[in-house]
């Protein structure tokens, strides 16, 4: 398969990483010279100058996973939908038809109640958050694209470890409302599977199998460590949602980190093996 990445951060690289080493032909994108993974070519592009993806390669498959510089509504509407709107438009001479790998976010359902969520859960787009994404899961489809929506909950995983920090040095704060993960090496495959899948879905939730109260995770995390639970603030019912993988599973896809508890752990006993 011949794959481009576009917005190659910490996910991207994760995802393109893996694919070259099963022998996809990998081009990555992103504004800054760094080096790719390994196995990858890099083009150096701006996802929003049409003039700088004038020679982007022939692909059979679009990840697609900036993220904005500012997250502001003209940071939102530049980043996501005037970049996949002049990506899409760079590739349809080409690569039209290609598989297109969406990353969006779960944060376009707008739930804050404590619901359950599924891929069939509306999405009014009333906030400007939502309402950008969901422009921007709209480009590539209406360009031609076979696309999937992946609607990541939050990404966490080495480096991006701030619940463990927080914890560690006392100044987590629980809120009550329900929260939901996906470390980032399932995210990456979460990618990878939906790219085999033979009739992809056009809307996917990537989330674990867990979607928790803060209190549960932060004081899992506290007891693990040895340290204090943290501080509560506010009470009532749980805000938040709980969004559901039962699609993602039915697909057959399996987790390496099915909850909080064995990604914060994996995170935590790499941090001890340094210490
Ligand atoms: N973080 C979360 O918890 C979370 C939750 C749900 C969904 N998501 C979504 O998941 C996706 C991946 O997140 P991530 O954390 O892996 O992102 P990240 O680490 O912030 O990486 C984003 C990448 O996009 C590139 N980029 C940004 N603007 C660009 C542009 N105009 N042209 C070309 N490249 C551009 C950046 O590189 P340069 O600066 O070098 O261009 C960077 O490599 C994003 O779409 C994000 O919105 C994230």
Redesign the pocket.
């Known amino acids: 398969m011949r794959t481009l990445v576009?917005?190659?951060?910490?996910?991207?690289?994760r995802f393109a990483e893996a694919a070259a080493r099963q022998g996809d032909t990998v081009s990555v994108?992103?504004?800054?010279a760094?080096t790719p993974p390994e196995g990858c070519r890099a083009i150096r592009?701006?996802?929003?100058?049409p003039a700088t993806l004038a020679d982007l390669p022939e692909v059979d498959a679009v990840v697609?996973?900036?993220?904005?510089?500012v997250r502001d509504e003209a940071g939102y509407a530049?980043?996501?939908v005037e970049?996949a709107r002049c990506l899409a438009r760079a590739l349809s001479d080409r690569s039209s038809g290609a598989r297109w790998v969406h990353?969006?976010?779960?944060?376009v359902f707008e739930v804050d109640d404590g619901r359950c969520v599924d891929e069939k859960t509306e999405t009014p787009g009333r906030g400007f958050r939502a309402a950008r994404l969901l422009e921007s899961e709209r480009v590539p489809a209406d360009l031609g694209f076979a696309t999937t929506a992946l609607?990541?909950?939050?990404?966490?995983g080495p480096t991006?470890d701030g619940v463990i920090r927080r914890v560690r040095a006392g100044t987590a704060v629980v809120r009550p409302r329900y929260t939901n993960r996906?470390h980032?090496n399932d995210?990456a495959a979460i990618i990878d599977h939906v790219l085999g899948l033979d009739a992809p879905p056009p809307i996917l939730i990537g989330v674990d199998r867990a979607p928790v109260l803060e209190a549960e995770v932060l004081d899992w995390v506290a007891s693990t460590l040895g340290v204090a639970a943290p501080r509560r603030e506010g009470e009532g019912d749980p805000g938040g949602k709980r969004c559901s993988s039962d699609q993602l599973v039915g697909s057959g896809f399996a987790f390496a980190y099915p909850s909080f508890r064995e990604g914060y752990a994996a995170l935590i006993e790499a941090q001890e093996r340094l210490a």
């Open positions: 576009a917005g190659c951060g910490y996910v991207g690289r994108l992103r504004r800054s760094t592009a701006d996802l929003t100058d697609f996973a900036p993220t904005p510089d530049r980043t996501y970049g990353v969006s976010s779960t944060s609607r990541l909950g939050g990404i966490y991006r996906i980032r995210a």
